[in-house]
């Protein structure tokens, strides 16, 4: 670890001595912001469509990891980029399976495989989604919300 941070921080000083500290601080700084965004665009994916929640009492390790978490199925180069934290459900049901090792898990056990992915596409849905609800099992925005609102506002004015 210590040769690492050292070779980090030579890094640092022959490229700010090279570039100058500005340019280097703007890079930096400018790769960070691009990193942060695929971030964000990553974990909006977490609440997908047909996700399992369930309270303390009725929740399962198993069922959790592999249904309430999500496989966001990235295109290679967005993969490699995140870690491949795409493979989150086997991610929450292992977390000690390097992230080298995840794609060629999801490949080599059946189990895995019976899981749904979310792609780029179908996570745009995601967006909306902000609240669980009960009587459905499921996400819903709050457009649902407020047809609940009238639905019960029309039933108070009968």
Not at 95 to 109: D, F, G, H, T
Not at 138 to 148: D, E, F, M, Q, T
Request: glycine share 6%; charged share 20%; net charge positive.
């Amino acid at each position: 670890m210590y040769w690492t941070n050292l070779a980090v921080l030579g890094m640092v000083v022959a490229l700010s001595w090279w570039f100058g500290f500005k340019a280097y601080l703007l890079i930096q700084l400018t790769v960070m912001a691009w990193r942060a965004r695929l971030g964000v665009v990553v974990l909006r994916a977490a609440p997908f469509e047909g996700v399992y929640w369930a309270r303390h009492g009725e929740w399962d390790y198993t069922t959790e990891a592999l249904q309430g978490s999500s496989f966001y199925k990235l295109p290679k180069i967005l993969q490699w980029f995140s870690g491949s934290i795409g493979f989150h459900h086997i991610h929450h049901l292992n977390p000690r399976i390097p992230n080298y090792n995840l794609e060629k898990c999801q490949k080599a056990v059946p189990l895995f495989q019976t899981v749904k992915p979310v792609t780029l596409l179908s996570s745009l849905k995601s967006l909306t989604f902000r609240l669980w609800d009960e009587q459905r099992q499921k996400l819903v925005g709050y457009g649902r919300l407020r047809a609940i609102r009238r639905q019960r506002g029309a039933s108070a004015r009968c």
